[in-house]
């Protein structure tokens, strides 16, 4: 990590609890919960939710939201945990979808972000089709630095196919990322 991304993470962090003290929406002090535990705040919730989803469903009843929630130590009350869960329940059938869940929660992406990561995306996407797979990271990536490809665990395949599923959705790793 780069210092200048490591003061950005403190300085959002200091932010995020500043923050927290002034907003009574339940989804953003949650929001701000994550956020002040830096940029991994709210994938370490995520971890901790898909550690709860036994059944692989990639869905939460309330039970296991609320624990989620105390087992990651979010300082949230019953009501603002209902408060939550009833806004993402949207079609009331008492399970969210947690993924989805997520995806709200993070902060939205600047227009200047999100332009850097369209460039980036055609840059790999060498076929233009707006898939990246591994042909198209053949003339872009060098597999041959990777210490896993040096001391001859991966093949260069093996080295792409993890770089993409860096970016694959996690429940359905297909090489193909969109």
């Known amino acids: 990590q780069m210092p200048g991304t490591a003061r950005h993470d403190r300085e959002m962090a200091i932010q995020a609890k500043r923050n927290l003290s002034k907003t009574t929406d339940p989804v953003e002090r949650l929001r701000l919960q994550c956020l002040a535990r830096g940029s991994a705040g709210i994938k370490g919730l995520g971890r901790v ?3 709860m989803d036994d059944d692989n469903s990639r869905t939460l009843d309330f039970k296991e939201f609320v624990k989620g929630l105390n087992d990651y130590a979010m300082m949230i009350d ?40 369209m460039q980036a995306f055609r840059k790999l996407d060498k076929t ?12 872009v990536y060098n597999a041959k630095h990777h210490p896993k490809y040096q001391n001859g665990d991966w093949t260069e395949d093996q ?3 993890a ?5 694959d959705s996690p429940y359905d790793k297909d090489g193909k990322v969109s």
């Open 49 to 51: 939710f898909r550690i």
């Open 163 to 167: 770089f993409l599923d860096n970016f």
């Open 159 to 161: 080295v792409f196919r």
């Open 128 to 139: 233009g089709d707006g898939v990246i797979t591994i042909e198209d990271l053949r003339g």
């Open 78 to 117: 019953k009501e603002e945990a209902q408060e939550i869960f009833r806004i993402f329940d949207k079609d009331g059938s008492g399970t969210i979808d947690f993924d989805e869940f997520l995806v709200t929660l993070r902060p939205p992406m600047s227009k200047a972000r999100k332009e850097i990561i």
